[in-house]
């Protein structure tokens, strides 16, 4: 089902304590660029539910296990909207970035990801919810709904890949080995060496979250598996983010799939699944205010400070808001869920009026979602040791640029940010908007950010126009560059056809990691087209590094 904005709520009002839902299995329930912007505190907290997960076993290898049948029926994912501040009138942004200067980083690496007419994959479901990640020998990606794993540094396709997503749920019994519903996310787990998957099994209630973690770093041997139960609620673009604590994992609450009920945010017992130990989770429910937040990833291999809770934001009315998720294992009753703490940022209008199909292509006339009511995948955090800086993106709407004879009165781009002391005193320690450059007319969203070990940044988006087909590029900024800033800009692939109608979907994110072994190279993967058409839908990966790193 499409929830329309009609059906959802305005931002306005503040927390409230989240009723205890039933438990499935038992369980107990307890009760400008470069500024340096201060935050508004708040005082609310929200109550901490806990809940055991309904079932975990450990299988087999991956890598022998048949792939599940593909379902072969092309569906269509709703884009349930999620509450955003209304769009009112476009505003110029003080932030924008209108020329680009300096060299690209090189694509060291380019090849196929999982898509149509590759490694005999053809899709049954748009938009492919495009993400991957690098681990130690091995890059995995996963789409809707297959699973591929590479050799790094080849980029062949592992023996009996790629596999529906499913797979991984083989003999686990229950909804998570019978279907295969997507909204997929795949992570490594760097300090551990672990790989950690997720998909939800929603096609009848109770709605689950279907997680594996690996036993080892190689992606195609054992894991150890568990669902957990949200009753009637719908956990809708699951996010997830490593922490030391625990995996933290974000979702849009629909009640019965279409009532919109607010964020929540569970954390789960990572040192217990890393042991194929049984394993709870820890949840606070937002209120109907508050929707899109991304809980913080780690890059790199010193750790956030002891005790650190987990940060998550989302966007508000030119701002950002922060909450701090701190989990206690053996005091439950001890954990706690706080915030907003507002964080003011320059001022934007989100794109597509907030959110909807705006974005052009040529030789078609459908339009492209924008998922512009949130913040785009990943909430990505690493600490340098004198200092923490966390990175994020979210698209937005930008003055007119010119093509070849012609204006267009605006466009999209992607705003940015670098924060710093959001576990003390939050600051903007850098902001930029990147898009509005003259020379070309080009759309630029579905983002994804992250920052290498040397501080620099790398940004990769999609792009489409009016006279272009839909495209996957990166752009690059060195720690010494000036605040705000992309100062390279480079083209993965050019897209070779449009979507057609009446296929609006596109994303819904795509996926910048780090290497974890030298903790420079970037890993980035989106979806293309290769020719016109819909459910034809094509991806690339592609790996570079910024010089000096």
């Not at 400008?32 to 935050?39: C, D, F, I, S, T």
């Not at 990640?133 to 789409?143: E, I, L, M, P, R």
């Not at 919109?260 to 194929?276: E, F, I, Q, S, V």
């Not at 759309?443 to 940044?457: C, T």
Request: glycine share 12%.
């Amino acid at each position: 089902m499409r929830v329309s904005r009609s059906m959802l709520p305005s931002f306005g009002g503040g927390f409230h304590l989240a009723a205890a839902w039933p438990l499935a299995v038992g369980g107990l329930v307890f009760a400008l660029a470069a500024p340096v912007v201060l935050a508004t505190p708040s005082a609310n907290s929200v109550k901490v539910e806990v809940a055991a997960a309904v079932h975990h076993d450990r299988s087999g290898r991956l890598g022998n296990q048949p792939s599940a049948p593909s379902a072969r029926k092309l569906t269509e994912h709703p884009l349930r909207s999620v509450p955003h501040v209304a769009p009112g009138q476009v505003v110029a942004d003080p932030v924008a970035q209108t020329t680009v200067s300096g060299p690209a980083a090189a694509v060291t690496g380019d090849f196929a990801g999982v898509g149509y007419g590759d490694y005999g994959f053809a899709p049954d479901a748009a938009p492919p919810d495009t993400n991957g990640a690098a681990g130690a020998t091995q890059y995995v990606q996963w789409v809707n709904e297959s699973i591929g794993v590479f050799d790094k540094s080849t980029g062949a396709m592992a023996a009996g890949f790629p596999k529906t997503g499913n797979t991984l749920w083989a003999g686990f019994g229950g909804p998570c080995q019978t279907s295969n519903d997507g909204d997929p996310i795949v992570t490594y787990d760097q300090d551990a060496g672990r790989w950690f998957f997720t998909q939800f099994a929603v096609s009848q209630q109770p709605y689950l979250e279907c997680v594996a973690v690996s036993t080892t770093s190689d992606a195609t041997g054992p894991y150890n598996r568990y669902s957990f139960s949200y009753g009637n609620q719908f956990p809708d673009y699951p996010k997830v983010g490593v922490w030391p604590d625990a995996y933290y994992i974000t979702f849009n609450i629909f009640n019965n799939g279409s009532a919109w009920a607010g964020a929540k945010a569970c954390a789960y017992d990572r040192a217990n699944m890393l042991n194929g130990l049984p394993a709870a989770q820890q949840c606070a429910q937002l209120s109907t205010a508050y929707g899109g937040l991304l809980p913080s990833d780690i890059d790199g291999s010193t750790p956030p400070p002891p005790g650190a809770p987990n940060v998550l934001l989302n966007f508000g009315s030119n701002s950002l808001r922060e909450w701090k998720f701190h989990v206690d294992w053996a005091t439950p009753a001890s954990s706690t869920f706080t915030g907003p703490t507002n964080i003011p940022v320059a001022a934007f209008s989100a794109a597509c009026g907030g959110g909807g199909a705006c974005i052009p292509q040529s030789q078609s006339r459908q339009k492209l979602d924008s998922l512009a009511d949130r913040l785009m995948y990943r909430l990505a955090y690493r600490n340098f040791g004198g200092h923490e800086s966390w990175v994020v993106n979210h698209s937005v709407t930008i003055g007119g640029g010119s093509g070849p004879g012609k204006k267009s009165a605006s466009r999209v781009g992607v705003r940015w940010y670098e924060l710093r002391g959001l576990n003390g005193t939050p600051t903007v320690s850098q902001q930029g908007t990147f898009g509005a450059t003259t020379s070309d007319s080009l759309f630029r969203w579905m983002g994804s950010i992250a920052m290498d070990r040397n501080g620099d940044i790398a940004l990769g988006y999609s792009t489409s126009s009016s006279t272009s087909h839909p495209g996957i590029r990166y752009a690059t900024r060195l720690a010494t560059d000036p605040p705000g800033t992309l100062t390279g800009e480079n083209t993965i692939i050019t897209g070779g056809g449009s979507q057609q109608p009446n296929l609006s979907r596109w994303g819904d994110y795509s996926a910048m990691s780090i290497d974890p072994v030298d903790d420079c190279t970037f890993w980035y993967t989106n979806e293309y087209l290769k020719s016109n058409g819909a459910f034809n839908w094509s991806t690339r990966i592609a790996t570079f590094r910024i010089a000096g790193c």
